[in-house]
T-cell receptor, first 113, second 116 residues
Framework: DQQVKQNSPSLSVQEGRISILNCDYTNSMFDYFLWYKKYPAEGPTFLISISSIKDKNEDGRFTVFLNKSAKHLSLHIVPSQPGDSAVYFCAADLTGTASKLTFGTGTRLQVTL | DAGVTQSPTHLIKTRGQQVTLRCSPISGHKSVSWYQQVLGQGPQFIFQYYEKEERGRGNFPDRFSARQFPNYSSELNVNALLLGDSALYLC???????????????FGDGTRLSIL
């Protein structure tokens, strides 16, 4: 049972444009959400997170939006840069549990010139 | 500051053998978690340790075990290796627990385990 889903396996965006990566979850108990970026042969790198008490969190070019009623979150990257090309994973966690992240299957983002 | 370090980076084993993977967390981090990532999938949670105690376990067989040492480093052991154990094994560390909420986990570059 896939509790965190990333339905788009790949996304291609032109440099300078906005990249929007989507993630859906089914477990309403999740209350902490994270995005990680992964390059080949490296571990996932933490990008940005959001607690369920918020609906938006920004960090530079990265913004995460959370819609709890729809059990949906998205990552916006503006403007997109070629160095953003990587696989992006959405992950969810439960406050007070054993830091057990549940990951989606990832979206491969390609930023073209 | 050094990030999470894992060793070895690559490992080749045959079916039935046993393997030990090692992880050193970021300085000051007391929580270590282990994940398995197979090709085309997201990482799957195996274990979490905090203060040398197991605090969480994923849906993995008893062939998988782990421990945490007084310096907060950790080892993951897998016995009776199967072909299906071929994967990238990731270690992550975090500040846990933290007053007021969660802290993100930070990952090492993983150990690539291949079973022949």
């Amino acid at each position: 049972d896939q509790q965190v889903k990333q339905n788009s396996p790949s996304l291609s965006v032109q440099e300078g444009r906005i990249s929007i990566l989507n993630c859906d979850y089914t477990n309403s108990m999740f209350d902490y959400f994270l995005w990680y970026k992964k390059y080949p042969a490296e571990g996932p790198t933490f990008l940005i997170s959001i607690s369920s008490i918020k609906d938006k969190n920004e960090d530079g070019r990265f913004t995460v939006f959370l819609n709890k009623s729809a059990k949906h979150l998205s990552l916006h990257i503006v403007p997109s840069q070629p160095g953003d090309s990587a696989v992006y994973f959405c992950a969810a966690d439960l406050t007070g549990t054993a830091s057990k992240l549940t990951f989606g299957t990832g979206t491969r983002l390609q930023v073209t010139l | 500051d050094a990030g999470v370090t894992q060793s070895p980076t690559h490992l080749i084993k045959t079916r039935g053998q046993q393997v030990t993977l090692r992880c050193s967390p970021i300085s000051g981090h007391k929580s270590v978690s282990w994940y398995q990532q197979v090709l085309g999938q997201g990482p799957q949670f195996i274990f979490q340790y905090y203060e040398k105690e197991e605090r969480g376990r994923g849906n993995f067989p008893d062939r998988f075990s782990a421990r945490q040492f007084p310096n907060y480093s950790s080892e993951l052991n897998v016995n009776a290796l199967l072909l299906g154990d071929s994967a990238l094994y990731l270690c992550a560390s975090s500040l846990f627990p933290v007053m007021g909420g969660n802290q993100p986990q930070h990952f090492g570059d993983g150990t690539r385990l291949s079973i022949l």
